[in-house]
T-cell receptor
Framework: TQLLEQSPQFLSIQEGENLTVYCNSS?????LQWYRQEPGEGPVLLVT?????EVKKLKRLTFQFGDARKDSSLHITAAQPGDTGLYLC???????????FGQGTTLQVKP | DAGVIQSPRHEVTEMGQEVTLRCKPI?????LFWYRQTMMRGLELLIY????????DSGMPEDRFSAKMPNASFSTLKIQPSEPRDSAVYFC?????????????FGDGTRLSIL
């Protein structure tokens, strides 16, 4: 059974701090996606990474796919209260579009 | 453009009743996914369709759950009979096709409470 483990599960920080969320697995994935979910809404895609070692930036967010395509990280620089939410990583190991989701990291950024 | 539309947004019913959740995917999307989200188990894939055909239903908990996609613009997830442990938020998502790097667009979910 493929599993994606996210850490930490909960993170509460002050505005302006930096943070990193990790997503790890013993399985190789064809691609890895990061989603952000706010209360009462569905997850919204932030980024998709497909190449080992790939780094993508989205404003203050930096996403990295591990060289072996088994892990990924999300780094947020100078966090803001608007970054508060549940961050989910999701991996696909086949060509079917089927995603395995991590348990999520709940981020709270206090002003 | 309209996103994925789910109904109802909230459902409260008594144990043993039949529950039907509905989903309208984004027009032109060929793949549709049903998920269940709970605090304990996170977001779990129940079943997904490609071109209206069920491809993988290995995540469906048991025979009480069934899903259909009679056409490209409508899908249902039915629970009969419902049990308290079915209480969760159920999401529907659609994507352009069943490729591994395609984004999935989620609806806002149905919050289901079985008393």
């Amino acid at each position: 059974t493929q599993l994606l483990e996210q850490s930490p599960q909960f993170l509460s920080i002050q505005e302006g701090e930096n943070l990193t969320v990790y997503c790890n697995s013993s399985s190789v994935f064809s691609s890895l996606q990061w989603y952000r979910q706010e209360p009462g809404e569905g997850p919204v895609l932030l980024v998709t990474v497909v190449t080992g070692g790939e780094v993508k930036k989205l404003k203050r967010l930096t996403f990295q796919f591990g060289d072996a395509r088994k892990d990924s990280s999300l780094h947020i620089t100078a966090a803001q209260p608007g970054d508060t939410g549940l961050y989910l990583c999701a991996g696909s190991s086949s060509n079917t579009g089927k995603l395995i989701f991590g348990q999520g990291t709940t981020l709270q950024v206090k002003p | 453009d309209a996103g994925v539309i789910q109904s109802p947004r909230h459902e409260v019913t008594e144990m043993g009743q039949e529950v039907t959740l509905r989903c309208k995917p984004i027009s032109g999307h060929n793949s549709l996914f049903w998920y269940r989200q709970t605090m304990m188990r996170g977001l779990e894939l129940l079943i997904y369709f490609n071109n209206n055909v069920p491809i993988d239903d290995s995540g469906m908990p048991e025979d009480r759950f069934s899903a259909k996609m009679p056409n490209a613009s409508f899908s249902t997830l039915k629970i009969q009979p419902s049990e308290p442990r079915d209480s969760a938020v159920y999401f529907c998502a659609s994507s352009p096709d069943a490729n591994y790097n395609q984004p999935q667009h989620f609806g806002d979910g149905t919050r289901l409470s079985i008393l």
